[in-house]
């Protein structure tokens, strides 16, 4: 308990570094305009093997690098619950899928079909153990999120909305935006802002 504590006051003191940036400021891999990172064979909570080519319908992509012990992570879980929902369905234009790259007892894929299952994930909770995905996106913290276009090209990266730990405090609503923008053929406002999260841990 002292040590989710601690956690948790660590993460709340970085939402105030939340802000708006060039692109490439945060992100020391990738830049607006990049294509996004092929993967495939991703075992996901729903009992399939995801890839990049699944979506391949989707006007819009979003990917999500997130894990299950993080505690800004689990505050983004309502979240995306809420975001697929509204945004993500199987008739939609837009395809979501969250990737959990941390290989710790609690981030493997039994845990994470038991947190699925908890929280009513419609979306793809895929495990990456390899974690090549979040190499090759830059990412450095959990969750931290991409929007892709059509052409599978970067337009948004960085943090969902601008109060990670408190969705009802949230007046920017990064993701959102980039999404519905995308959609309409334009440029997002925001295309960087700064992840705030859990280090990853990257095996050596």
Known sequence: MIRYATALVAVVGLAALVGTAEAGKFNKKLSIGDAAPVFSGLE???????SLADFKDKDVLVVAITTNHCPAAVANEDRLVAFAKKHAGPDSKVGFIAINVNTGEQDRLP?????AKEKGFTFPYAFDPSQTVARELGATRTPEFYVFNK???????????DKPMDETKATKHYVEDAVKATLHGETPQVQETAPIGCGIQFNK
């Open 44 to 50: 996901s909570t729903d009992g399939q093997s995801h």
């Open 111 to 115: 845990k994470m079909t038991e947190r």
């Open 151 to 161: 052409d599978r090209k970067l337009v948004y990266m960085g943090a969902f909305d």
